[in-house]
Nanobody, 126 residues
Framework: QVQLVESGGGLVQAGGSLRLSCAASGRTFRSGAMGWFRQAPGKERSFVAAITWSGTITYYADSVKGRFTISRDNAKNTVHLQMNSLKPEDSALYYC???????????????????WGQGTQVTVSS
């Protein structure tokens, strides 16, 4: 079993930045990928970014490419999501998740993620 705990959410003005963190504990696996998803009220949960266990490959949704950066620190079992140039449409509950799968199609597939955190709220005011 893997436990994931997100932190770093909050309220920020448009154009501002936030850094989300996801701490993993338990029987973490040394393969696959870690991903970030988000869900706004009344909308489906959608892919934001993912990073392989090695940290050598990253994936981004088009809507955040160039503004968000995902990284990981395996020594601390932590994944970060640096979010810059935030927009009101980035407001959502952000979830961290872990999957044993890799590849562009796989990391965007919610159904392939085995473990999820409880989410952290990001609100961007205009």
């Amino acid at each position: 079993q893997v436990q994931l705990v997100e932190s770093g959410g909050g309220l920020v003005q448009a154009g501002g930045s936030l850094r989300l963190s996801c701490a993993a504990s338990g029987r973490t696996f040394r393969s696959g990928a870690m991903g970030w998803f988000r869900q706004a009220p009344g909308k489906e949960r959608s892919f934001v970014a993912a990073i392989t266990w090695s940290g050598t490959i990253t994936y981004y949704a088009d809507s955040v490419k160039g503004r968000f950066t995902i990284s990981r620190d395996n020594a601390k079992n932590t994944v970060h999501l640096q979010m810059n140039s935030l927009k009101p449409e980035d407001s959502a509950l952000y979830y961290c998740a872990a999957t044993r799968s890799v590849g562009w199609a796989a990391v965007r597939d919610i159904a392939l993620y085995d473990y999820w955190g409880q989410g952290t709220q990001v609100t961007v005011s205009s």
